[in-house]
């Protein structure tokens, strides 16, 4: 849990305070860098509530008031907000000094936790999910405040499936004078470029940072990613990812198009609004429809269509990445400027590459390419990726799989009194897989 989580979780077995003034602990739930969350029961009103503190040391080393001061002034900001998918602050207080505030207890769990049980969603469930956060932006937007900390593990989705946004703790108010310019806040992979240098942000921050909870959705990647937060911020200001299409050929082009625009380096590029954003989702018209075959059959060539478009596309990728990536690099140097550090540019990692052609290798082998067309199959991705790392073992787990496929489907011509094709088949084997023993015994057995 880092510094702005409210988590949901198992009771934490530590020592606590038994009350803070009315409200009667039950249990910690999480505790993080920065403070901790409790269960409570508040007897007045006969309602359980979580309750988040700032941790003792942390206004120990606050010596300017500053950290306490904005605590409070967000709590009494956000308290002020009441939409069904924010979490409701109730309360505020103090224990011994240390301030704490009383909200709303969400029954379910975190998105973070969602995706890591599910790596993806179906594009209908996070329209679905997106679309709420975008209704409780649009409202938070309306009251002058941006949240600035977009994120899975602030993003909780209740036992009847409905988005609760969490941790307006680091929100910004228009009239708010407590966080200038110059400084950096927010989660790295999930901040604006515009929060990356530092500079003053608007509502069209928060529609950056959800558009990237929305790739990351989609293809079980971040969309920025790095081995740390300058090597991340540097990638939000300088690369534009590939389309989510090409780590999920389910994804139509609409919505690889709704959300490259979405995260624009440029604010002005990306969609005014909340609600402008939420439009287009609702109207991107990726829905299914069984009330006629022919509807069917379309959305089958569709997809396939798309399957052929976003693996021909990331061959071209891969064969050009390192040239391009370069080429951007070099440029951003002289076009961007940084506030907090210099950071040195990277080229993109081999096990980035590698992670994205087992995705696009095992879309080839969900829709049968597995070793045609040529140069466009499972069989070829597979190699590429061994060329990059010759001890990937997926890899090499994948390319066997494809050699006993081929093996049964010779059997299974042979048994069928199907010689000639068996022996095509036999051929091309041999060909992908040479000297191989077992198509070699087959070879001398039927006498080819």
């Known amino acids: 849990m880092n510094s702005t989580d409210t988590v949901i979780k198992h009771p934490v077995k530590d020592r606590h305070p038994a009350v803070f003034g009315k409200y009667q602990v039950q249990y910690k739930i999480g505790q993080g860098a920065m403070g901790a969350v409790y269960k409570a029961y508040d007897p007045s009103i006969d309602r359980i509530v979580a309750i988040k503190t700032i941790s003792p040391g942390i206004l120990l080393t606050d010596d300017s008031g500053e950290f306490k001061e904005r605590f409070l002034r967000e709590v009494r900001a956000t308290g002020k907000i009441n939409h069904p998918n924010i979490i409701s602050v109730y309360d505020s207080g103090e224990l011994d000094g240390n301030p704490f505030f009383v909200m709303e207890y969400v029954d379910g769990k975190e998105l973070k936790e969602f995706l890591a049980d599910n790596s993806t969603v179906s594009l209908e469930y996070a329209k679905k999910i997106i679309c709420q956060m975008l209704d409780a932006l649009s409202y938070s937007h309306e009251c002058d405040i941006v949240h600035r900390d977009i994120k ?45 240098q530092g500079k003053s942000v608007d509502h069209r921050s928060d529609l950056f940072s959800v558009a990237v909870v929305f790739y990351e959705m989609l293809t079980g990647e971040k969309c920025f990613n790095g081995s740390s937060g300058h090597v991340i911020m540097h990638r939000i200001l300088t690369h534009t ?46 829905v299914r429809n069984n009330s006629a075959a022919p509807a069917n059959n379309f959305i089958k060539y569709s997809i396939l269509l798309l399957v052929t478009i976003a693996v021909t596309a990331m061959s071209a990728y891969v064969l050009f990445e390192k040239h391009n990536e370069v080429e951007h690099l070099n440029k951003s140097e002289n076009t961007m400027e940084w506030n907090a ?59 066997e799989k494809i050699r006993k496929r081929l093996l049964e489907d010779i059997k299974l011509l042979l048994k069928k009194d199907k010689k000639e094709q068996a022996k095509s088949r036999l051929e091309t084997a041999l060909a992908l897989f040479p000297g191989d023993q077992q198509y070699n015994a087959i070879l001398n057995a039927a006498g080819f």
């Open 152 to 196: 899975p593990s602030n993003i909780f989705i209740d036992v009847n499936g409905n988005v609760k946004i969490a941790d307006f703790g680091i929100a910004k108010q228009s009239n708010s004078n407590l966080t200038q310019t110059g400084s950096i806040i927010g989660t790295p992979s999930y901040m604006s470029p515009e929060q990356c």
């Open 241 to 286: 990812p590939e389309k989510p299409s090409i780590l999920n050929v389910n994804i139509p082009k609409i919505i690889d198009d709704i959300i490259l625009k979405a995260i624009a380096k440029n604010p002005a590029e990306r969609y005014p609004s909340a609600l402008d954003f939420k439009k287009v989702i609702e109207n991107s018209g990726f």
């Open 341 to 399: 550090a210099a950071v040195e540019p990277i080229a993109l990692s081999d096990q980035s590459k590698v992670t994205r052609l087992l995705k696009v290798a095992k879309a080839h082998r969900l829709v049968g390419r597995i070793i045609d067309p040529q140069g466009s199959n499972a069989y070829a991705t597979y190699k590429l990726i061994l060329s990059i790392n010759p001890d990937n073992t997926e890899a090499i787990d994948g390319l």
